[in-house]
């Protein structure tokens, strides 16, 4: 069931030409960003599934640093990487996506993490608007600073 807005806090509009062979940007035109198809390696390209990653991963590091103060917790040096695969279905679609984050934060062990996980997971935008829609695996990590130069 959708659930309505009460008030907006922000707005934005994307605007689109071309598909995946195309090009993307935004109304104040911060973004603006050459497309390619997810397995072309085009230079100075992106896919639209790297965008969805980018955007599920800074919104889920703000939830998970929001339920981690309510703990009294400090949350700012979280990692989180969010990998979006995109596939094959047997639906009428045909295609779609899953979603898998994997998060660790410095002084904390998996097991204490896991528990926030599921917190944030309630309360990030993007975790709810794929909820039931996009299989969401969150996996909390042990830190491991080697992890934090890939990023």
Same mark, same amino acid.
Request: net charge neutral.
């Given at each position: 069931m959708a659930v309505p807005l009460t008030s907006i806090l922000y #707005?934005?509009? $994307?605007? $689109?030409v071309g598909g995946r062979t195309g090009s993307v940007r935004t109304d104040d035109r911060r973004l603006? !960003?050459? !497309? &390619?198809p997810p397995r072309?390696? *085009? @230079?100075? +390209?992106t896919n639209p599934e790297q965008l969805f990653a980018a955007g599920f991963a800074a919104c889920f590091t703000s939830a998970l640093a929001e339920v981690a103060a309510e703990y009294g917790a400090d949350a700012s040096a979280a990692h989180v990487a969010c990998? *979006?695969?995109? #596939? %094959? %279905?047997? %639906? @009428? $679609?045909?295609y779609g996506l899953a979603? +898998? !984050? %994997? *998060?660790? !934060?410095? #002084?904390w062990a998996a097991a204490d993490l896991q528990p926030l996980l599921h917190r &944030?997971? &309630?309360v990030c935008p993007y975790a709810q608007a794929v909820r039931g829609n996009v299989p969401l695996t969150l996996l909390a990590v042990d830190d491991d600073p080697a992890a934090h130069d890939r990023a």
């Open positions: #707005g934005t509009t $994307a605007y $689109a603006d !960003l050459r !497309l &390619a072309k390696k *085009v @230079p100075g +390209a990998e *979006v695969r995109l #596939g %094959t %279905t047997d %639906t @009428p $679609a045909g979603v +898998a !984050l %994997t *998060v660790s !934060l410095p #002084g &944030a997971d &309630a």
